[in-house]
């Protein structure tokens, strides 16, 4: 009896991963210069990615989170956070060269 509920749990534990795993497989691949030119969906997608780092992500061993990067997803939040990353800092420099015209 013990054996049938854990292979009945194990069941619904190997369903509900390849489920998570059909997920991020349908998702699109999108590149470091489209979330440039869409910053507003680089900075959503950077909160999602924020939050399932805060959770799934550092519960996943080196392996499987080493797989997820390589995953759709994984490569959306990469390119996602480096997008947003060189928005802010372009949006700095603009900052300090209009700050540095005061002195001119």
């Not at 699109?28 to 900075?43: F, P, R």
């Amino acid at each position: 009896m013990k054996a049938r509920n854990a292979i009945r749990i194990l069941a619904v534990f190997m369903c509900s991963a390849l489920s998570a795993c059909d997920k991020g497989a349908s998702e699109a691949v999108k590149s470091l210069a489209y979330y440039k030119g869409h910053t507003t969906e680089a900075n959503t997608v950077f909160v999602k990615c924020q939050e399932l780092q805060n959770n799934e992500l550092s519960q996943m061993a080196p392996a499987q989170r080493l797989d997820w990067e390589g995953s759709p997803q994984g490569i959306n939040c990469k390119n996602a956070s480096d997008a947003r990353s060189e928005s802010n800092y372009r949006q700095y420099q603009e900052r300090m060269r209009e700050e540095a015209k005061k002195y001119r």
